[in-house]
């Protein structure tokens, strides 16, 4: 497992953008296939995104789609979340995760065993 660390949520009003980075510590970050995730109040948590760990493959929920971006730097150990054109069914806890890296699309939760705490975003109308 790694230790994640989100960091880039807050207030933004719809039509914004918003940048979250997810550290990770470890050596082994550029073997793991990275994922974010939210929960908004009384909803499950949802995938938003995932990349696989060379960056060839990425993957987006349809509701993000053309709005999001998800990149990592592995130099950095860090994978980031780019939010364009923010509306307000966006709000949410925003939770990074990380999981071993087998040629696969990883986007359900219970594949991924190493979670961020989260950051809060939210977007006002």
């Known amino acids: 497992q790694v230790q994640l660390v989100e960091s880039g949520g807050g207030l933004v009003q719809a039509g914004g953008s918003l940048r979250l980075s997810c550290a990770a510590s470890?050596?082994?970050?550029?073997?793991?296939?990275m994922g974010w995730f939210r929960q908004a109040p009384g909803k499950e948590r949802e995938f938003v995104a995932t990349?696989?760990?060379?960056?060839?493959?990425?993957y987006y929920s349809d509701s993000v789609k053309g709005r999001f971006t998800i990149s990592r730097d592995n130099a950095k150990n860090t994978v980031y979340l780019q939010m364009n054109s923010l509306k307000p069914e966006d709000t949410a806890v925003y939770y990074c995760?990380?999981?071993?890296?087998?040629?696969?699309?990883?986007?359900?939760?219970?594949?991924?065993?190493?979670w961020g705490q989260g950051t809060q975003v939210t977007v006002s109308s």
């Open positions: 995760a990380a999981r071993p890296d087998y040629s696969s699309t990883y986007y359900r939760s219970w594949e991924y065993d190493s």
């Open positions: 470890g050596r082994t970050f550029a073997s793991y296939a």
């Open positions: 990349i696989s760990r060379n960056r060839g493959n990425t």
